[in-house]
């Protein structure tokens, strides 16, 4: 048996407890408009000149941005008349607001929101619940009252989501040819970022957002256009309202909120109301069977312990649920990115 040093655990430990230090650098600097302020100025900016501009501190600024050059979000040159920083490839890609790949939106929801529910994971843990009454002061017992209880926090959820799909949403939608469904229900579709890929990948396709009258409120009038003619609203709730007739469903990342009963309670609905020869179509980030991993997805679980009553799930615990709905011939898509594709057909 080998010594504790062959397993290099200092690193490790070291690496893993800097987790949130890194990230909180990152959320930091998104926050403060450092990359958007790289972006916009079309040349490299020194540090006092970023904090004069941005209205920080001198040193606490040096400070930020050299941490962004060791985690390679900048890039700085020596010159004469001292050092420079400018963006790299991938913070102008995912890191400004202008860009359409941008991340900043869900960035902003996970530093002001999700790790404030985070600080009381041990609690989490501990009581098998969300964490939101702790977080925020709101009842735990529904998930979505307490996310969506103003709306600057729906806003911000919302718009988060719609920035996750700007680089996911086209990896799932095309994991199966879905050109023979036209009549599509996107069920909890938020923003809209999934059904604006959806009709832009199938022109045949027209494309229904089925969500809570406050959430249709606020696509309408900052996501969705009104001159978006493939794409339609159907306010209600789906759990407790009627879910219209339709080809096929989408429930993108809306099974893992909820538990196993709730989640075949929906779609039981959803397979009422599907016509025959329809399917339904799961977006979920999938567990492997041994629940070995990928870590991103055992980490997304752990979230929804502390946000939700639900969780991740392997595919199989997928098919089940198809399964007890009455949905046959289920077919499975790993996409190899962060979220995939279940199909169940009727």
């Not at 959806?198 to 996501?223: G, H, N, W």
């Amino acid at each position: 048996m080998g010594s504790t040093e062959d397993l290099d655990y200092p690193q490790i430990i070291v690496q893993y407890s800097n987790g949130f230090l890194i990230s909180k650098v990152m959320f930091t600097a998104c926050e403060l408009g450092v990359f958007d302020l790289l972006l916009e100025s079309g040349k490299p900016l020194s540090s006092d000149a970023i904090a004069a501009h941005l209205g920080a501190s001198t040193i606490g600024m040096k400070r930020l941005l050299d941490a962004c050059v060791g985690l390679k979000l900048l890039a700085v040159e020596i010159t004469q008349e001292g050092a420079l920083y400018r963006n790299t490839e991938i913070s102008n890609v995912y890191l400004t607001k202008s860009s359409p790949k941008s991340q900043y939106h869900i960035m902003m929801y996970y530093s002001n929101t999700v790790y404030l529910c985070w600080q009381y994971l041990a609690d989490a843990v501990r009581e098998g619940r969300n964490q939101y009454e702790r977080a925020f002061g709101v009842s735990s017992k529904d998930p979505f009252g307490a996310m969506y209880r103003s709306d600057e926090e729906m806003l911000k959820f919302m718009a988060g989501q719609n920035s996750v799909w700007s680089i996911c949403g086209r990896d799932v939608l095309v994991a199966f040819d879905l050109s023979s469904f036209t009549q599509i229900y996107d069920l909890g579709g938020g923003g809209g970022a999934l059904a604006q890929e959806c009709v832009s990948l199938y022109p045949r396709s027209t494309v229904t957002i089925y969500d809570l009258p406050k959430v249709v409120r606020v696509a309408k009038e900052q996501f969705v256009s009104p001159e978006e003619r493939q794409i339609a609203f159907h306010e209600g709730d789906f759990f407790n309202d009627s879910i219209p007739e339709a080809e096929l469903y989408i429930l993108s990342k809306i099974l893992h909120d909820w538990d196993d009963d709730k989640c075949i309670q929906l779609l039981a609905k959803v397979y009422k109301a599907c016509k025959p020869g329809g399917g339904v179509l799961l977006v979920e980030s999938l567990l492997n069977e041994d629940r070995s991993g990928p870590v991103e997805t055992q980490l997304y679980s752990m979230n929804m312990l502390v946000q939700t009553e639900g969780k991740e799930r392997t595919a199989a615990e997928y098919s089940k649920l198809l399964e007890a709905a009455g949905f046959g011939v289920i077919q499975v898509k790993r996409t190899g990115k962060l979220y995939d594709a279940v199909l169940g057909r009727k």
